[in-house]
């Protein structure tokens, strides 16, 4: 049997917590963006938010769109920083652009909050299409009710299902896992409906920690 490679630098795959953990300080020296986001994860883990957002801060600049997501959470708990809600959806729209479903997905829940249904919906779909659970749950409920239109809602099904496919990456896994739960459930009997969908979820991540 070949022997496990790390992915990163091709050398046989750590065999120790230190070996592991000498292996991601060689790749934050590298400037490497997922190495030092994984360093931010376990400072979070250990309550230094301070030092989280100082290693989130590094790999958000060399584009690592979920140490963006991060740093949304960040400035929305005041956790190592103050609260800043102007900072807190920049980077929301700077993942949402990386390709990540979930910051995708609360530009959504944003817009649907003012009232924006089909800007709302553009946002829904394109994390649908990335395998986001949550919109196409909303794309549904907002076909039943009339608000998508169903070659859009097939559209966004075939997209998700692909998505929802593929191999799952651990760096998703551990994304989905850090900040998703779900939500009340809604029925899209109005228009306002959307609007109700936004403002709980909305509402849900401003209580999580």
Request: net charge neutral; proline share 4%; hydrophobic share 30%.
């Amino acid at each position: 049997m070949q022997e496990p490679k790390c992915p990163f630098c091709r050398h046989p795959a750590p065999e120790t917590d230190e070996e592991a953990d000498l292996n991601r300080e060689r790749r934050v020296e590298a400037n490497d963006p997922v190495a030092t986001r994984e360093k931010g994860a376990a400072f979070y883990e250990n309550g230094d938010y301070e030092s989280a957002f100082q290693c989130w801060t590094k790999a958000s600049k060399w584009g690592d769109a979920e140490a963006h997501y991060r740093m949304a959470k960040l400035y929305r708990d005041g956790e190592g920083v103050e609260k800043d809600s102007k900072k807190e959806w920049r980077h929301l729209e700077e993942a949402a652009i990386g390709g990540h479903p979930a910051a995708r997905h609360n530009l959504g829940v944003r817009e649907g909050g003012k009232g924006r249904i089909e800007r709302a919906k553009k946002h829904f779909i394109i994390a649908a299409n990335l395998g986001n659970d949550e919109s196409i749950e909303a794309l549904k409920g907002g076909y039943v009710k009339g608000f998508v239109r169903k070659e859009e809602l097939g559209a966004a099904i075939r997209a998700y299902q692909t998505a929802k496919d593929e191999a799952k990456s651990p760096q998703r896994d551990e994304a989905e896992e850090f900040q998703r739960k779900p939500i009340p459930e809604l029925d899209f009997s109005t228009e306002s409906s959307w609007v109700n969908y936004a403002t709980a979820r909305r509402q849900l991540l401003l209580q999580q920690r």
